[in-house]
């Protein structure tokens, strides 16, 4: 039996859905958490490429099961185009999905709010799938969950609730105000795929759990877009890490058998908020041009910057990690110096802890560590690494406290080091 939790140790992007499906080729099941249709997965196998954004990164393997969790948030017409272009690609992922019925709809007129809201003075910059309104009107009990739309009287009752708020909130902004049969009218044909899929993910994932099958949950997002411990306001609307699986999917903590957090060998962010080792300058547009750092759900440039080990740390301790997966390796090379942030220096005081609540104030410490050249994505094995990239991940491991049990050295599913398995 194993359970393991894969999470995003930084801002997203980290390659969460590169591990995830290297892992699925050992997994019976593969669980979504958290988040919605903001996330964007990518997955390539001999240069084909998938990106997924609601569907679990299990999906190209055809022994695992993919399941979505009660904390994930679902826009019904991405996820069903999803399940499409799966079943179009040969994937059969249909008979082998299941959807909690107590997953949370975003309707049409919630992402429209969120993206006006990015055009506003305060836009965080978020992706405008409608993930903010959406966990809003969960936590203010209006929400409407998928289970509510096959049953017509409920459906109609809980749109009818929802509706009536927003109707409000249109008239207040001078647009169109949503209506319970336009709304239940929308939504019908993506029911049609998604209705037969329902059913209950915190059982179905406790049976595998007894039955002695490997489950993985994957994260979406990022430890530093949680809306309790990231940078907040400039974070998503849920609960990101490894502690959001349990509550996410309905699973006890004592089941859980290892937390994997997810880091690149540098660090990106996408949208607005504090990013205290970014590289404006030429640099940063290199390792955006080397690393392909363009959003995966809405193609924005994504801000460049080098590796932050106190906030590495700080995805150790409040995600309980077990392990780290290190990728993009391979985009450093060619570096002479590689910088690492090791510390921070807050009121003339340095500190290995991530100033989470002062990073306005914090100055990042650099320790240059000497550079490696291409032939790093050769390499299948540890030894096979260039002994700076060894010295680099050591100095990592040294000052997370966490072992590096998956190197990635290229986006390509093949393009691994495996130094120790982490679904046993
Ligand atoms: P996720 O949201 O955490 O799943 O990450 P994304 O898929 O949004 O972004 C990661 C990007 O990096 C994708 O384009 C991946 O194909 C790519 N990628 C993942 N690992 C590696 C790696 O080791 N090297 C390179 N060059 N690209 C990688
Ligand atoms: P994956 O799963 C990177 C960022 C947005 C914005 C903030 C809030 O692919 O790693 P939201 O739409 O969630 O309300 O936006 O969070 N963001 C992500 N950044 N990767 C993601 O997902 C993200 N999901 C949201 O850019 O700054
Ligand atoms: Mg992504």
């Not at 009818?160 to 902004?173: I, K, N, P, S």
């Not at 907040?232 to 937390?259: D, E, K, Q």
């Not at 780290?324 to 942030?341: H, M, R, S």
Request: charged residues 20%.
């Amino acid at each position: 039996m194993a359970a393991i939790i894969v999470v995003g140790a930084q801002w997203g992007d980290e390659g969460k859905g590169k591990v995830v499906d290297l892992i699925s080729a050992q997994a019976d099941m593969v669980v979504r958490f958290a988040g919605g249709a903001n996330a964007g997965h990518t997955l390539k196998v001999g240069g084909q490429k998938l990106v997924t954004h609601l569907l679990p990164s299990g999906v190209m393997h055809p022994g695992a099961r993919c399941v979505l969790g009660a904390g994930v948030v679902v826009a019904p017409e991405i996820l069903a185009d999803e399940i499409a272009t799966c079943e179009a690609r040969g994937l059969g992922v249909t008979p082998r999905l299941l959807i909690s019925r107590r997953a949370h709809v975003t309707f049409p007129f919630q992402s429209a709010i969120d993206r006006a809201a990015n055009a506003g003075p305060r836009s965080i910059g978020t992706t405008g799938r409608g993930i903010g309104p959406t966990y809003s009107d969960k936590a203010a009990r209006i929400g409407v969950r998928l289970g509510d739309l096959v049953h017509g009287a409920r459906a109609a009752d809980r749109v009818g609730a929802l509706v009536e708020v927003w109707a409000e909130r249109a008239r207040a902004a001078g647009v169109t105000a949503p209506t319970v049969e336009g709304a239940l009218a929308w939504v019908a044909p993506y029911m049609e795929v998604i209705g037969p899929l329902l059913g209950d993910a915190s059982i179905a994932v406790d049976e595998a759990i007894r039955a002695g099958k490997k489950v993985v949950f994957e994260g979406a997002q990022g430890t530093l877009l949680d809306l309790d411990h990231g940078t907040y306001p400039f974070v998503t609307s849920s609960s990101t890490v490894s502690g959001g699986a349990c509550t996410g999917v309905g699973v006890g903590p004592t089941r859980i058998t290892g937390v994997v957090g997810i880091t690149k060998a540098y660090c990106t962010r996408v949208g607005h908020g504090i990013f205290p080792t970014e590289l404006l300058g030429e640099a940063g547009d290199r390792l955006r041009e080397v690393g392909e750092e363009y959003g995966a759900t809405t193609g924005r440039p994504r801000r460049c910057g080098w590796l932050d080990l106190p906030a590495l740390r700080y995805a150790a301790r409040v995600n309980g990690l077990t392990a780290l997966a290190v990728t993009k390796v391979d985009v450093l090379a060619g570096l002479p110096e590689v910088p690492l942030c090791v510390a921070y220096r807050l009121d003339g005081v340095e500190t290995n802890e991530f100033p989470v609540d002062d990073l306005d104030r914090a100055e990042p410490v650099f320790l240059n560590m000497p550079g490696w050249d291409a032939s790093v994505s050769e390499a299948r094995t540890m030894d096979a690494l260039p002994e700076t990239v060894r010295n680099y991940l050591r100095e990592i491991e040294q000052r997370t406290g966490v072992e590096v049990a998956i190197v990635s050295i290229g986006a390509d599913r093949d393009a691994t080091v495996v130094r120790r398995e982490v679904l046993v």
